[in-house]
């Protein structure tokens, strides 16, 4: 593939986060570059400023016949690969890409990539305070945080770089080559933007591994069905983690020794730390911490240093975090949660009974395989969002489910959230959880899981 871009006209599909480190790169680099978005231009007034600052043409609120004079258009991870653009793009032989690939086309350094379906924040923050414990220079990028692009030109010889990388961003990606990749686990997730197929949803996940070979490494899921599936073929050397099994399988791993975690690498075994003393729970988390743990193994961080991280490693905002206890009501933000398998870890985490606040914009979700942990953890479901009407459909037959009229209120709906959360608090009482862990994208309500996140503490808070 000819990776030059001097002199070539590039158009650049969103002029959100990733959209506009990416124009600036390309524009640094000599490229003609053109941004477009149809988006509402309120929202992005602050990149819009940027850009008329950099000088680099733009149109917001349309996609017109000028974005298809390119040689090759860039697609930010919030566009969708089956929009009427990248149609056109397509037909017309124009080499489409995503943000992430054209970053990794500037960039020699080491890079450390890391997808699941769930996971993946978790695990690639976990590696980030391993190698910030062990004093390596890296920077942190992708699919959590900033842009990858809008690093890659500051980068020195030894910087790690450790990207968290989306279905989304690998769809687009041709000749992306991380030299350690990490797939957590691939269960239902997106199935609205792949066809209601969960092998075109796993190819695309394969895809962090098609260009990496012999010399490079894979960290894998050895219990998880589909990730299993797509790696049979692939040539790098493999590390897999698993909780069902006290025994790696012949091949370099981690995996529990009674309450212990241990790595064999190298023919040499490593215990590395009783699960008890690890600072965040439950059995998805004990799977994170393998994952990362092999990471850091294999980029020289010795077993003290990963200790003591693991020992006071937090977690991430937005997933499983503890709030506040309120009146003997404890309340958990996991507005991180986007996939059902994810709100699955929550239940399994919590020991309290149950009050759930779910909905947000669907992807396809199939709640069936919930169905019996629901039964035992919840004691009811407040359901919301777009998806409210399919939330109560499935559930009203195994649980109590509700829904709350927030008709009305405008995006980002702080109105609506809080009438939500009345709702739950009205129907708890001392020693109950109320967990917000929707199980949907927040498009429909908020601009990211972030935002809607942050809506929830605030809400709890003033109710304090």
Excluded at 107 to 131: D, F, H, P, W, Y
Excluded at 331 to 350: H, M, P, Q, W, Y
Excluded at 369 to 383: D, G, L, P, R
Excluded at 446 to 454: I, L, M, Q, T
Aim: net charge neutral.
């Amino acid at each position: 593939m000819d990776k030059s871009v001097k002199g070539k006209n590039i158009t650049v599909v969103g002029a959100a986060r990733s959209g506009l480190a990416v124009a600036q790169l390309l524009s640094k680099q000599g490229a003609n570059v053109f941004v477009t978005d149809n988006g509402n231009s309120e929202l992005l007034q602050k990149n819009i400023s940027e850009l008329e600052i950099q000088k680099i043409p733009f149109e917001i609120g349309k996609h017109s016949a000028r974005a298809l004079d390119a040689s090759i258009i860039v697609v930010s991870p919030g566009v969708p690969t089956n929009s009427q653009l990248i149609s056109e793009a397509l037909q017309k032989n124009i080499l489409v890409v995503s943000e992430i690939e054209i970053a990794s086309w500037f960039c020699q350094n080491q890079i450390i990539a890391v997808t699941g379906s769930a996971g993946k924040t978790t695990t690639t923050t976990l590696i980030e305070r391993m190698l910030n414990d062990a004093k390596k220079k890296y920077i942190t990028a992708g699919n959590i945080g900033t842009a990858f692009s809008s690093h890659v030109l500051g980068l020195s010889p030894s910087d790690i770089v450790l990207l968290e990388v989306s279905s989304f961003q690998l769809d687009l990606c041709h000749t992306f080559h991380p030299s350690i990749s990490v797939i957590t686990n691939v269960t239902q997730n997106h199935l609205d933007r792949y066809e209601n197929s969960m092998e075109l949803y796993a190819n695309s996940k394969k895809r962090i591994l098609m260009n990496q070979v012999e010399k490079d490494l894979l960290i894998y899921n050895r219990d998880d069905e589909w990730t299993n599936k797509i790696i049979t073929s692939s040539k790098p050397k493999k590390m897999s983690f698993t909780t069902k099994s006290n025994k790696p399988f012949g091949t370099d791993g981690a995996f529990l020794d009674g309450e212990n975690l241990v790595v064999f690498m190298n023919g040499k075994l490593t215990e590395i730390i009783n699960i008890y003393e690890i600072s965040i729970k439950g059995e998805h988390n004990i799977r994170n911490v393998m994952a990362s743990t092999l990471v850091g193994m294999s980029v020289g961080i010795g077993t003290a240093s990963l200790r003591a991280t693991l020992r006071n490693f937090k977690g991430v905002e937005h997933r499983q975090e503890f709030v506040a206890n309120v009146n003997g009501i404890k309340f958990v933000n996991d507005s991180k949660s986007t996939t059902v398998e994810s709100l699955r870890s929550a239940l399994e985490t919590i020991t309290e009974p149950i009050i759930l606040l779910l909905g947000g914009k669907d992807k396809g979700n199939d709640y069936s395989t919930v169905n019996k942990i629901v039964s035992e953890k919840v004691k009811v479901i407040v359901a919301f969002g777009d998806s409210k009407d399919k939330i109560i459909n499935h559930f009203s037959q195994i649980i109590k489910t509700i829904s709350v009229d927030t008709t009305g209120n405008e995006k980002p709906n702080i109105d609506s959230m809080s009438k939500v959360l009345n709702s739950a608090i009205s129907l708890s009482q001392k020693g109950d959880c109320i967990l917000f862990s929707p199980a949907c994208a927040s498009f429909d309500w908020f601009n990211n899981y972030e935002e809607r996140g942050s809506a929830f503490k605030n809400l709890v808070h003033k109710s304090e």
